[in-house]
């Protein structure tokens, strides 16, 4: 796949949807799952609901691969692959086919010992880097070469998962782990064991003694498939991490002339919904008002889109990481359809709804309306935020959903920075002048000034086309551009195309290919005129017959 643009879906095919070139870097994929009873009883559907939502979502977005490869083991009586690698992107029944073969694996059994648990967790962790080598080296000429030999391997159990990381260190210590990037130990909790593990005395010795190549993480969930989502996602976040995203400058302080430079990296906080092809989109096309009403047929006028409040939030409680897509002004309507009495009662209602969100700090929730035709569970619902503003109007954005909603778990840190660092930044933001109302006709972004010096060097849409090279070197003697622009559904009468299969001659008078409007000039018709050609004699004369076809080629249309 292209790593710099590539087309979206086919119902907005029009614009490019642009990733970062790091994505094609996207590791591959093993998912461990171990499914011994009695646990299993209790996780299996949370998981395999998790896992087929996720699946679902990787195998239909349009844009970078984020999941290139995926393989699937289940450690229950024996260490068994459900899945060989293969490509997520457009695999959906197979994996599905896949997600259901790991739902039926039975339930209820007997109980094995912890320490064979982690000796089938290792020999599965292995068998999937052997399987992973073996892929890339038959497809080392493929899609998916050198730059992308990493694999990322996860593992999901009900075992104390501070154990199964210390088994895990102990039996990989010497084994070949260089394709190995990461991995991935995640214990899912039930409602009362969330607080045993996490505080027992393995809990601390574990941190000191990974000492394997590479990166090994424990994280623990409960058991919802929320919880299990989002663990997953985190498979569709790039996974890059060669150099820094950003560089963000500081005017310079005082200790320096150099400017202040923080390095940073950036993260994706949701999906767009611009890169899954549902219909209707989920909100995403608010670049007019006709991308936001309903779609119609024919020529009939459409019908307001509606709108259903459902929520009301608090402004403080709304993050603006979650919202997306181009804002829209919600003003009272004008109209003209409306009586006057009606008019004004709305104008009425809607100054209270503003007076009244925007004195008690609220938001508003929205909801599209669902089609009642619709069959159930078989439509998309987007939803949308109102926020009321100074004036006598309100501001609407979408909101993402759950569904499109990626992992991002941002640290809270209550100690104060270190003096020296604050002193450095204080001093590079005293340099900078301060406003209280941001005022967008202060921003210029030299966007007129692009446009022209784009617009300049490029051709022409509709360039000059002389009718024959003839016409070409006359007008390059004269020292002039042929006057011949090319207007497409011109008249017969008044734009008379002649044939260029015909070589000129030296001698033969250069036509044009326009003919200018009729005056004083009697000569021939077009070839396709019905009535009688005229003649330059008296009308009882009729010009000889062996000369037609020369008066036809020298004299059929004005010379210049």
Request: proline share 8%; hydrophobic share 35%.
């Amino acid at each position: 796949m292209d790593n710099k643009k590539g087309p979206m879906s086919s119902y907005n095919s029009g614009n490019l949807v642009f990733w970062s070139s790091s994505f094609p870097r996207q590791p591959a994929r093993v998912l461990i799952v171990e499914a011994l009873p009695p646990w299993w009883s209790e996780t299996f559907s949370v998981l395999c609901d998790a896992l087929e939502n996720v699946l679902s979502l990787a195998c239909s977005l349009d844009g970078p691969c984020r999941i290139p490869l995926l393989s699937l083991y289940a450690v229950s009586r024996q260490q068994e692959c459900l899945l060989p690698f293969v490509q997520v992107r457009g695999n959906l029944a197979r994996l599905h086919s896949c997600v259901e073969e790991l739902r039926s694996i039975p339930a209820e059994g007997c109980i094995r010992g912890a320490a064979r648990v982690g000796d089938l967790l290792q020999q599965a962790v292995l068998d999937s880097l052997q399987q992973f080598k073996q892929y890339i080296r038959h497809r080392s000429t493929g899609n998916y070469g050198s730059n992308n030999a990493s694999v990322e391997v996860t593992i999901v159990t009900s075992q104390a998962g501070h154990r199964i990381v210390r088994q895990l260190e102990t039996g990989l210590k010497d084994s070949d782990l260089v394709s190995l990037k990461r991995l991935l130990v995640v214990q899912v909790f039930g409602g009362g064991d969330w607080s045993q593990d996490s505080h027992s005395p393995e809990a601390t010795q574990t941190e000191d003694s990974l000492m394997l190549g590479t990166e090994v993480d424990l994280q623990q969930v409960e058991n919802n498939v929320f919880a299990m989502e989002t663990v997953l996602k985190a498979w569709l976040q790039e996974q890059g991490g060669d150099a820094e995203h950003l560089h963000l400058l500081l005017p310079s302080s005082s200790d320096s002339p150099l400017p202040v430079c923080l390095k940073c990296d950036m993260q994706e906080r949701l999906i767009s919904p611009a890169l899954v092809p549902v219909t209707p989109s989920l909100g995403v096309k608010t670049e007019s008002i006709q991308n936001f009403l309903p779609v119609v047929r024919g020529n009939q006028s459409p019908a307001p889109q509606r709108l259903k409040v459902v929520k009301v939030l608090h402004a403080d409680g709304v993050c603006e990481s979650v919202l997306y897509g181009l804002p829209l002004v919600i003003r009272p309507t004008t109209c003209w359809r409306l009586d006057w009495d009606e008019m004004e009662t709305n104008s009425s209602l809607f100054h209270a709804l503003c007076h009244t969100l925007r004195s008690r700090d609220l938001f508003l929730l929205l909801q599209v309306e669902s089609d009642r035709s619709a069959a159930a569970g078989s439509g998309v619902y987007s939803h949308y935020i109102l926020q009321s503003s100074s004036s006598l109007s309100l501001l609407l954005k979408p909101v993402v959903s759950r569904e499109l909603l990626l992992p991002c778990s941002l640290l809270v840190s209550n100690q104060e920075p270190a003096p020296s660092a604050l002193h450095t930044v204080q001093g590079c933001l005293s340099q900078l002048d301060e406003e209280f109302v941001l005022n967008p006709l202060l921003l210029s972004s030299n966007l007129y000034q692009h446009l022209r010096s784009r617009g300049l060097q490029a051709p022409p849409r509709y360039p000059y086309r002389s009718a024959s090279p003839g016409l070409q070197s006359a007008a390059a003697k004269r020292g002039q551009q042929p006057q011949t622009l090319e207007s497409p559904r011109q008249p017969v009468s008044r734009h008379l195309r002649q044939p260029q299969t015909r070589q000129l001659g030296s001698n033969t008078r250069v036509r044009a290919t326009v003919a200018p409007l009729p005056s004083s000039y009697v000569g021939p018709p077009p070839a396709k005129a019905s009535r009688p050609a005229l003649s330059f004699l008296s009308g009882s004369r009729r010009a000889p017959t062996q000369h037609k076809e020369q008066d036809d080629d020298s004299d059929s249309v004005p010379t210049l």
